[in-house]
């Protein structure tokens, strides 16, 4: 019954869609405020349906109802409390109703948190909003229905794909939808705008928010899904360049630039119709993500690849969407003139290179991701872009990016000096050539690549830390610490975003130049020595879990006769989806990660065993979440919010005199 309630509920919250879609927009645009007015009522109703669907689902899977044909072939009764949850969106359907659930919650957030837009922006806002999810649920209801029943229910299920039965795999998708989704807000207020024919400070000042929002939920779902990769997979990696995590990374790259155009658009009326043009591919490539993830044209480790109907069906949204907002900023562009002017020299211009540069990194992402889809329908060729490709094609835009960060923050609005931005920067330099040295004195026979890591990260966050002493002005050091704890979290957030990116290309670096690696097969009780450590294959026992085999290892690390490290790395066998995986075993350090996998028997006794040393692995991940905790401060900093209400108070006073 409560199945075929959530099911009624998604009925019913499509047809909510369809009329928040046309009447807000009809209303704004005849200036009919009842009209306008019922945009904020429908946004909350429709997130409170899809809210109770989602619940409904939530609810089969923890109670195991097989006869729901999603249950039976994602769930299992043996599988713990925590997987049955995450089974919810470790599917394709779950997955479209959970990124239903997060796209009704913006726009219900825009509903409640949105009192201080003009009512007409705000009410095609909405309008936009909900003609997305007007898509989205007709492909779910349609083609992707959650709440199918089966006509004989089955004993058991046939189990999750068990290498997303992860703590990582379990909170990492609704993190990345979260961010995916949350670009959605971008691309509405830049429709709306266009609608509008109005991009001006206001609304740079509007979009900034929704947009950082979404960044931050993206950054800490990306560094969920890398740090689940590193320890689930096995192969010891970071980072493969799959076509999932491209999918990911290249809205996160057009995101960053949109938050850097954005603060031009509000500091200066300028970059208008740039600004509009990133709002719009970010959320295009949002959309091309879940086309990859989707439709089964490329393959990956953890896509939905499985049906190429469906493919066409979101091709066919992004084309719809995209298109007509492309139709419509190509119609507008004569209103989006830049009234704001500025020097070559000066912060501005330090942002245009940060959005270059990020577009094209973002750009040569994309056409390493798509390649070798175009090369096989073009050419009739089976092509494969690797990592090698990327690294030589993406690390120089990430390097320029990371020199020009320091001084770009320093200069000047409108007018500066690059002598006067970079004299305060010398600190930064001397720390960054000093480390530099002593990394390359200290390495021999290797490439250059760690202590130019080291150099940039060192600079990086060197200068992020001198662009905030700066801002605490002059005089005694006691004075300008405490006038450091009033500056605008909005201050603080950037330092700390700009230090995370510093942190974590210098450990990226340092973890590809400096890692070692032995394989080698092992009898139980031998002890061997890697990079200066003693790895010791202590037992080998095979164990049962709640829902797998494990075939468990117990692998003891030493350094200088002391024992660091009691790792258990294991090779798990799930019986119901007669599918193994491989969990390392890592012993977790402040400058150095012991990562520990256990291989196959071997036929003349002992087992393979790979052993990494992996230097400040940890820091790539911290750096990544202190790129978020930056985004967070940034976004809790009220400034925004209360100069959005002045103009919008400004605005609908000017429009109300002609009426009265």
Same mark, same amino acid.
């Given at each position: 019954?409560?199945?075929?309630?959530?099911?009624?509920?998604?009925?019913? /919250? %499509?047809?909510?869609? *369809?009329?928040?879609?046309?009447?807000?927009?009809?209303?704004?645009?005849?200036?009919?405020?009842?009209?306008?007015?019922?945009?904020?009522?429908?946004?909350?109703?429709? %997130?409170?349906?899809?809210?109770?669907?989602?619940?409904?689902?939530?609810?089969?899977?923890?109670?195991?109802?097989?006869? &729901?044909?999603?249950?039976?072939?994602?769930?299992?009764?043996?599988?713990?409390?925590?997987?049955?949850?995450?089974?919810?969106?470790? +599917?394709?359907?779950?997955?479209?109703?959970?990124?239903?659930?997060? =796209?009704?919650?913006?726009?219900?957030?825009?509903?409640?948190?949105?009192?201080?837009?003009p009512e007409t922006l705000q009410a095609r806002v909405l309008s936009v909003q909900s003609a997305v999810g007007v898509a989205f649920f007709a492909f779910i209801l349609f083609t992707?229905?959650?709440?199918?029943?089966?006509?004989?229910?089955?004993?058991?299920?046939?189990?999750?794909?068990?290498?997303?039965?992860?703590?990582?795999?379990?909170?990492?998708?609704?993190?990345?939808?979260?961010?995916?989704?949350?670009?959605?807000?971008?691309?509405?207020?830049?429709?709306?705008?266009?609608?509008?024919?109005?991009?001006?400070?206001?609304?740079?000042?509007?979009?900034?928010?929704?947009?950082? @929002? @979404?960044?931050?939920?993206?950054?800490?779902?990306?560094?969920?899904?890398?740090?689940?990769?590193?320890? $689930? =997979?096995?192969?010891?990696?970071?980072?493969?360049?799959?076509?999932?995590?491209?999918?990911?990374?290249?809205?996160? &790259?057009?995101?960053?630039?949109? &938050?850097?155009?954005?603060?031009?658009?509000?500091?200066?009326?300028?970059?208008?119709?740039?600004?509009? =043009?990133?709002?719009?591919?970010? %959320?295009?490539?949002?959309?091309?993500?879940?086309?990859?993830?989707?439709?089964?044209?490329?393959?990956?480790?953890? /896509?939905?690849? +499985? #049906?190429?109907?469906?493919?066409?069906?979101?091709?066919? *949204?992004?084309?719809?969407?995209?298109?007509?907002?492309?139709?419509?900023?190509?119609?507008?562009?004569?209103?989006?003139?830049?009234?704001?002017v500025f020097a070559p020299v000066s912060r501005e211009s330090g942002l245009v290179l940060n959005n270059i540069l990020l577009a094209v990194a973002a750009l040569v992402v994309f056409?390493?991701?798509?390649?070798?889809?175009?090369?096989?329908?073009?050419?009739?060729?089976a092509l494969s872009v690797g990592p090698p490709f990327f690294n030589a094609a993406f690390s120089p835009f990430m390097v320029l990016i990371a020199m020009a960060m320091p001084i770009?923050?320093?200069?000047?609005?409108?007018?500066?000096?690059?002598?006067?931005?970079?004299?305060?920067?010398?600190?930064?330099?001397?720390?960054?050539?000093?480390?530099?040295?002593?990394?390359?004195?200290?390495?021999?026979?290797?490439?250059?690549?760690?202590?130019?890591?080291?150099?940039?990260?060192?600079?990086?966050?060197?200068?992020?830390?001198?662009?905030?002493?700066?801002?605490?002005?002059?005089?005694?050091?006691?004075?300008?610490?405490?006038?450091?704890?009033?500056?605008?979290?909005?201050?603080?957030?950037?330092?700390?975003?700009?230090?995370?990116?510093?942190?974590?290309?210098? /450990?990226?670096?340092? =973890?590809?130049?400096?890692?070692?690696?032995?394989?080698?097969?092992?009898?139980?009780?031998?002890?061997?020595?890697?990079?200066?450590?003693?790895?010791?294959?202590?037992?080998?026992?095979?164990?049962?879990?709640?829902?797998?085999?494990?075939?468990?290892?117990?692998?003891?690390?030493?350094? +200088?006769?002391?024992?660091?490290?009691?790792?258990?790395?294991?090779?798990?066998?799930?019986?119901?989806?007669?599918?193994?995986?491989?969990?390392?075993?890592?012993?977790?350090?402040?400058?150095?990660?012991?990562?520990?996998?256990?291989?196959?028997?071997? #036929?003349?006794?002992?087992?393979?065993?790979?052993?990494?040393?992996?230097?400040?692995?940890?820091?790539?991940?911290?750096?990544?979440?202190?790129?978020?905790?930056?985004? &967070?401060?940034?976004?809790?900093?009220?400034?925004?919010?209360?100069?959005?209400?002045?103009?919008?108070?400004?605005?609908?006073?000017?429009?109300?005199?002609?009426? $009265?």
């Amino acid at each position: 019954m409560i199945t075929e309630l959530g099911h009624f509920a998604l009925i019913l /919250a %499509f047809m909510v869609a *369809i009329v928040q879609m046309v009447v807000p927009m009809v209303g704004a645009a005849k200036g009919w405020r009842n009209w306008m007015g019922v945009a904020e009522p429908a946004a909350t109703v429709q %997130f409170i349906l899809v809210g109770f669907s989602f619940a409904a689902l939530t609810w089969a899977f923890v109670t195991s109802d097989f006869s &729901l044909k999603l249950v039976y072939e994602n769930s299992h009764s043996a599988k713990p409390m925590l997987y049955k949850i995450s089974g919810v969106w470790g +599917n394709h359907e779950g997955s479209m109703l959970l990124w239903l659930l997060i =796209l009704t919650l913006f726009g219900a957030c825009a509903a409640w948190f949105g009192g201080n837009l003009p009512e007409t922006l705000q009410a095609r806002v909405l309008s936009v909003q909900s003609a997305v999810g007007v898509a989205f649920f007709a492909f779910i209801l349609f083609t992707s229905n959650p709440f199918l029943r089966l006509g004989v229910p089955p004993f058991d299920g046939q189990d999750l794909n068990p290498l997303l039965q992860d703590p990582g795999l379990a909170f990492h998708p609704p993190f990345l939808y979260l961010g995916y989704v949350g670009l959605s807000m971008s691309f509405s207020f830049a429709v709306a705008a266009l609608i509008e024919g109005r991009v001006d400070a206001a609304w740079g000042r509007w979009v900034r928010p929704w947009t950082l @929002a @979404a960044w931050l939920f993206l950054t800490v779902g990306i560094a969920m899904g890398s740090w689940w990769a590193y320890y $689930e =997979l096995g192969w010891g990696g970071f980072w493969f360049w799959d076509p999932v995590e491209n999918a990911s990374f290249m809205p996160w &790259l057009i995101a960053t630039a949109l &938050l850097h155009s954005a603060i031009v658009v509000e500091k200066r009326e300028a970059l208008k119709a740039w600004t509009v =043009l990133l709002a719009i591919l970010a %959320f295009a490539f949002s959309l091309l993500g879940t086309f990859i993830v989707r439709s089964g044209v490329l393959t990956s480790v953890h /896509a939905f690849a +499985n #049906d190429p109907e469906r493919g066409v069906f979101i091709l066919m *949204i992004l084309v719809v969407f995209v298109g007509g907002a492309m139709t419509l900023f190509a119609a507008r562009a004569s209103k989006l003139e830049s009234t704001g002017v500025f020097a070559p020299v000066s912060r501005e211009s330090g942002l245009v290179l940060n959005n270059i540069l990020l577009a094209v990194a973002a750009l040569v992402v994309f056409v390493g991701t798509i390649w070798p889809l175009v090369a096989e329908m073009l050419f009739g060729r089976a092509l494969s872009v690797g990592p090698p490709f990327f690294n030589a094609a993406f690390s120089p835009f990430m390097v320029l990016i990371a020199m020009a960060m320091p001084i770009g923050g320093m200069l000047a609005w409108k007018r500066g000096s690059i002598v006067k931005a970079a004299r305060p920067l010398w600190p930064a330099v001397v720390l960054a050539i000093a480390l530099c040295s002593l990394a390359f004195a200290l390495q021999t026979g290797r490439s250059a690549l760690g202590p130019i890591g080291v150099l940039l990260g060192a600079w990086v966050v060197g200068g992020a830390a001198i662009d905030l002493w700066t801002r605490a002005g002059r005089g005694a050091i006691a004075h300008r610490l405490g006038r450091l704890t009033r500056l605008p979290r909005a201050d603080w957030g950037k330092a700390m975003a700009h230090a995370g990116m510093g942190i974590t290309i210098f /450990a990226v670096s340092g =973890l590809t130049a400096w890692q070692q690696e032995d394989i080698r097969v092992a009898q139980i009780g031998d002890r061997f020595e890697v990079a200066g450590f003693e790895i010791e294959l202590r037992s080998v026992e095979r164990i049962e879990g709640p829902n797998y085999i494990s075939t468990r290892a117990e692998m003891l690390a030493y350094r +200088n006769g002391s024992l660091i490290a009691d790792v258990f790395p294991e090779k798990r066998f799930y019986p119901v989806a007669a599918m193994p995986t491989t969990e390392a075993g890592i012993g977790n350090g402040i400058l150095r990660d012991i990562y520990l996998v256990i291989g196959d028997p071997q #036929d003349g006794g002992g087992w393979a065993v790979r052993t990494y040393i992996k230097p400040f692995a940890n820091w790539i991940w911290g750096g990544a979440l202190l790129m978020a905790l930056g985004g &967070l401060i940034s976004l809790s900093d009220r400034r925004l919010r209360v100069a959005a209400g002045a103009a919008k108070t400004k605005t609908r006073t000017t429009r109300s005199v002609p009426a $009265e």
